[in-house]
């Protein structure tokens, strides 16, 4: 298995349908599958707190939104994420590679590498860090729960988790 | 003209299209809820600069719905990339209103970079939205309405003496998602 399939296949188990996307390289994979699939509605965006938006709009019309960006994306979202997510009751799954760990060969990537865990904590939104053999279930789950508690939900996938085999 | 008016206009343009209205945080949510309220319309209370997106991600999501957004000159230029996703992605459906005050009206109308000249009209067009319009007179406004992309409406700056939405944000979307989702359409 590898590992933009399985995440892939977890999005396409919860029926996610709309996904707004900013790209990191980690991401690249999963990006094209979701450009060909017919039945997800894909918006790249400029900027991350611009798909939070986007997501939010597409709930309200029905479907089921993923953002999927790099954890860099989570600081531009902040204030998106609380004031229109939590604050109505939106559901969201973050998809997000989360850089700045263990083995991570930009320095730049360092300071909102280890923010992003707390930063989620801060707010009180779930995320879970699968390895490749639970990613199909974790994102599928994080969906699940995101919806049951209509609010925003990560899956946060480290260097570890896209060097999987 | 005064910006509730124009908001007026957008309020009765939405209802004769059955279109879903997306208004912009503050000021603008009030004026429309005080003028025209609907259980069609989504009042923004948080999130400055997402009105647009918002309005987007419904228009993509029922494509066979009107959606018209209320925006404001100082939300867009803290969003300004969403002109160029507009352009790109911006079915049929969609009509983004810029109501140019030139200032932030909500806060105490301090100026936005409209007021010094900053043209939304060419922004539109260069971020590759072919239908741009611009309004300045109030009867021109209603049959642009109609349409869809863009379409910047200059109005006078300061605000009316409407009072604070009183729905819940629970109340807000409730009502607006039993209009917008697919079962509820007619």
Redesign the interface.
């Known amino acids: 298995m590898n590992p933009s399939l399985a995440v892939y296949q977890g999005m396409k188990r919860a029926g996610i349908n709309?996904a707004?996307s900013v790209p990191c390289v980690n991401l690249q994979e999963l990006l094209a599958s979701i450009n060909e699939d017919g039945q997800i509605?894909h918006?790249?965006?400029?900027?991350e707190?611009?798909?939070?938006?986007?997501?939010?709009?597409?709930?309200?019309?029905?479907?089921r939104?993923a953002l999927l960006m790099q954890n860099s994306g989570l600081g531009n979202s902040i204030?998106?994420l609380?004031?229109?997510d939590m604050?109505?009751?939106?559901p969201l799954l973050m998809i997000i590679s989360h850089r700045g760990g263990q083995g991570e060969p930009v320095i730049g990537q360092v300071p909102m590498g280890q923010l992003t865990a707390p930063l989620l904590d801060a707010m009180a939104i779930p995320h879970f860090s699968p390895r490749l053999a639970d990613a199909e279930e974790t994102v599928a789950g994080a969906w699940s729960r995101a919806y049951a508690s209509r609010r925003p939900v990560a899956v946060l996938l480290d260097l570890d988790f896209w060097r999987a085999k | 003209m005064k910006r509730i008016d124009a908001i007026f206009l957008a309020g009765q343009a939405a209802q004769a299209q059955d279109a879903l209205l997306v208004s912009n945080i503050g000021f603008p949510s009030r004026e429309l809820c005080s003028v025209m309220d609907r259980p069609h319309n989504f009042y923004m209370l948080g999130s400055m600069g997402l009105a647009s997106s918002i309005g987007l991600g419904l228009a993509l999501a029922g494509p066979e719905r009107k959606v018209i957004v209320l925006d404001g000159d100082g939300s867009v230029l803290m969003n300004l990339g969403t002109l160029a996703t507009i352009a790109h992605h911006a079915p049929e459906n969609y009509l983004l209103v810029i109501l140019d005050n030139c200032c932030y009206g909500s806060t105490g109308s301090q100026p936005t970079c409209t007021h010094l000249g900053t043209d939304l009209f060419a922004l539109a067009k260069a971020a590759g939205i072919k239908n741009v319009k611009k309004v300045d007179q109030a009867d021109d406004l209603p049959q642009v309405l109609q349409g869809q992309g863009v379409v910047i409406v200059k109005v006078e700056a300061g605000n009316a003496a409407v009072p604070i939405i009183s729905l819940s944000p629970e109340e807000i979307i409730e009502r607006f998602m039993r209009c917008a989702r697919p079962a509820a359409r007619s």
């Open positions: 709309f707004a509605v918006v790249p965006v400029t900027r707190e611009e798909g939070v938006g986007l997501c939010a709009g597409a709930w309200m019309g029905g479907l939104p204030n998106a609380a004031s229109l604050l109505y009751g939106i």
